[in-house]
């Protein structure tokens, strides 16, 4: 892209009203306006650039512009702060100088993804992650391993959050996302219709034990949040119960680390029938 096609927006002060996207606004705020999210770090907003997500502005400090500017689409507004004005906006003085407004996708109904799932599939679902901050570990997690999809339940929080977009490392832009509305007609569904067996991970000494627990070719694993774990209804809808068996009296892990270890045994492992 030629210089001239840039839009450089030169930014003097924190109160110039076109970075009020960034200045203040908290994220469902951005949301209800026209489905926005804020992308920060040169890594996660390079992401959403090279993403199919459009990205409606960019915030750069003055000494982030060459090594940003190029990547930016034409005709998307590039403002151009001191390293200062930028420290102030995200409220500490230490920051990267790079930003990103990014406008939300509608998430595909379950139906639509399901259809062009291989005959192995790997699913997380989260029926009830509460904190952006782990949410954004899970995105990234489930990225790193290769899930398929995705599935948020209705009481999970909001994936475009700015510490879960910031903690996902830019992964939420390239997962496959569901936002189911009914958790537990949608896992009878991937049950009955689509073949995929859901297995709760639990913390109970009667499950089954991880190191030996085999996949079936259609798998979604269910992780519950650290304070109140699965709800008895989705345990109960699910084929199987399984656990990492804890020592030296650790009660449990954190909700990320546990779908770590999780996704690494199942993807790795080779499909075979269950017990």
Known sequence: MSEAERVICPVASL???RIAR?????????????GLFIAEGPLVVRR???????????????????????????G???????????????????HSG???????????????VARGWPARVTLVVLPKITSTENLGALLRISSAFGADAVVLGPSCCDAFHRQSVRVSMGAVFRLTLVRSRDLAAD??????RW?????????DDEAEPLAGAARPDRLALLFGNEAEGLSSEHV?????RITVPMKLGTDSLNVAVAAAVFLYHFTSAQPKAGP
């Open 48 to 74: 959403l650039l090279a993403s199919d997500y459009d990205t409606e502005s960019v915030l750069l400090a003055e000494r982030k512009v060459d090594a940003v500017a190029p990547l930016v689409p034409a």
């Open 236 to 240: 109960a809808l699910c084929d199987r």
């Open 195 to 203: 073949g995929v067996a859901p297995a709760a991970a639990v913390l």
């Open 187 to 192: 896992l009878r569904l991937l049950r009955d």
């Open 98 to 112: 790079v930003m990103a407004c990014g406008r939300r996708k509608c998430l595909p109904a379950l139906g639509d």
């Open 76 to 94: 998307v507004p590039i403002y151009v702060a001191p390293a200062g004005v930028v420290s102030r906006i995200v409220g500490f003085r230490f």
């Open 22 to 34: 960034y200045r203040n606004l908290k994220d469902r705020d951005l949301a209800r306006q026209g």
């Open 15 to 17: 109160d110039d009203p």
